[in-house]
């Protein structure tokens, strides 16, 4: 069992940054693979980045790739999503999750509850 908590999230003007954290529980941190995704108002959940188990791979949606970077501390439990340049459109709830491997689609086995980042034009 894993459990995921988020932080990080806020209200920040369009061009600002913000860093995402998310502190896992348990002793099997280093083998999950650990994923963030996100879910604006009215649409479905989506895929934004990814990191495997021994944070030598990172993967991206097109949508935040450049501007979006994950990494992971395996001797912290953490996982983090550092967000540069953030445009409206990236205003959502954003989701920890944790999974055997890394896949794009949403069927990871551990959540987060979420931390919702604003983005203001």
């Known amino acids: 069992q894993v459990q995921l908590v988020e932080s990080g999230g806020g209200l920040v003007q369009a061009g600002g940054s913000l860093r995402l954290s998310c502190a896992a529980s348990?002793?099997?941190?280093?083998?999950?693979?650990m994923g963030w995704f996100r879910q604006a108002p009215g649409k479905e959940r989506e895929f934004v980045a990814a990191?495997?188990?021994?944070?030598?791979?990172?993967y991206y949606a097109d949508s935040v790739k450049g501007r979006f970077t994950i990494s992971r501390d395996n001797a912290k439990n953490t996982v983090y999503l550092q967000m540069n340049s953030l445009k409206p459109e990236d205003t959502a709830v954003y989701y920890c999750a944790a999974h055997p491997f890394v896949t794009r689609r949403g069927s990871w086995d551990y959540w987060g509850q979420g931390t919702q980042v604003t983005v203001s034009s």
């Open positions: 990191i495997n188990s021994n944070g030598k791979n990172t």
């Open positions: 348990g002793r099997t941190f280093s083998s999950y693979a």
